[in-house]
């Protein structure tokens, strides 16, 4: 009986290793699929498939080449957001004093923005009839370290801020051939001009925004404005209807502190529709989680000292995002972050987090397939794409991957294609 156990322990032991590996012929042919000769072979690519169960890399190549992730720099964002905040938003720190009440920011983003659950400000407020704002507990600048200046009047880039609203975007519609913008406060600042634009158009150092009659479209249906601690108090103090005021005081060391919306809806949003604003803002809740100040440089430092300290090679991470050019990373080190991911993570919220190939997010038109097999962050950025998570095979495990590519001279949706090739061969593999 002490045999027949032994016997049957080794072999599954057994086949449970050689499950979690290549044979010779899958072997050669990724090598094909990935190496000289291939399509990839003409620009930098690297790549890693990673068995989650046995802890075993079936298949990798250039893993240890640094990579610009673009936003799969958000699963570096979104592991440190579930470690650091729990399941709640900081929205504010406070003191009161009578009928008055002062409010730091904490860098929630929810405030007005898209369809988020909206903080109850109107209701929170109620007690007092002044409100003294102040940002001095902000340290990180509007744009973060290697974002593009002439990204500004995309909505993919909107400005950082210890308390937005309006997700410090104005909403364009098309009424007739004139925009019709929102918050209405912005209206009395949108002038036509003859300059051959086709959308609505922000002026680089003023909240001043231009469309041409003649050619408007409005296909941008948002566009980031210049943020201030004066505009926020304007804006806010026509939704709240009580009167705020900008006083940049020091955040004393005794204070209250108000969480005032889910996190788990903002981590959705920013992993399925790659949201930047999301991204950046929860970074700076990270920080203010931490060291009670708004300082993204400072929580990324933090997060790579602790948390992050055994990744393969050290990210250089400089943004919550992913829109920096400085941030660089190794496939491996991204195989190992999302391990870290997965063991803290439940399986059911994991995939409902990740764009699903032909089903949603960022994947919905990509990964085509009867029955989903991609589970993945995106990262796409001008010459460099990149995707990160799972794959389901045909055997039904799941396995992690990182499939990076840099420096090639051709438009994304070429390099997805081939991409999408390889990855459905392997789906057969596994």
Known sequence: MRKGLLLTILTL????????????????RLESALGEGSFFSGHLTGFMLFDLDSQRVLYEKNSHQRFIPASTTKLLTLFSSLVVLGDSTQTLRYVTEGNTIKIWGSGDPSWKYKKMFQPDFREFL?????????DANMIS????????????FYDYSAERSSLPIYGNLVQVKKIGNAPTVSPPSFQPLVFPTTRTIRELERDFHTNKFYYNPNNFRAREEFIPFISSPELLTQ????????VWVYQPDSLPA???????APLYPILKEMMLESDNFLAEQLMLMVSDRLFQRLDTERAIEYMLKTYLHDLPDTPQWVDGSGLSRHNLMTPRSMVTLFDKLYRIIPDRDLLDLLPTGGKSGTLKNS?????PYIFAKTGTMSNNHS????????????????????????????????MEK?????????
């Open 235 to 242: 804006l806010a103090s026509e939704v709240t209807g009580k």
């Open 141 to 152: 600048s509007a744009f973060g370290y290697g974002w593009q200046w002439d990204d500004y």
């Open 13 to 28: 032991l057994i086949s449970h290793l050689l499950y979690a590996q290549l044979n010779r012929e899958e072997f050669t």
């Open 387 to 418: 995707l990160a998570g799972l794959i389901r095979g045909k055997s039904g495990r799941y396995y992690c991957f990182a499939f990076m590519n840099s420096n090639y001279p051709w438009k994304a949706s070429e390099v997805r294609r081939e």
């Open 254 to 260: 005794t204070h209250q502190e108000w969480r005032g």
């Open 126 to 134: 109620a007690p007092f009839d002044k409100i003294v704002f102040s």
């Open 367 to 371: 990964y085509v397939a009867e029955a």
């Open 422 to 430: 390889v990855m459905g061969m392997l789906r057969e593999m596994i």
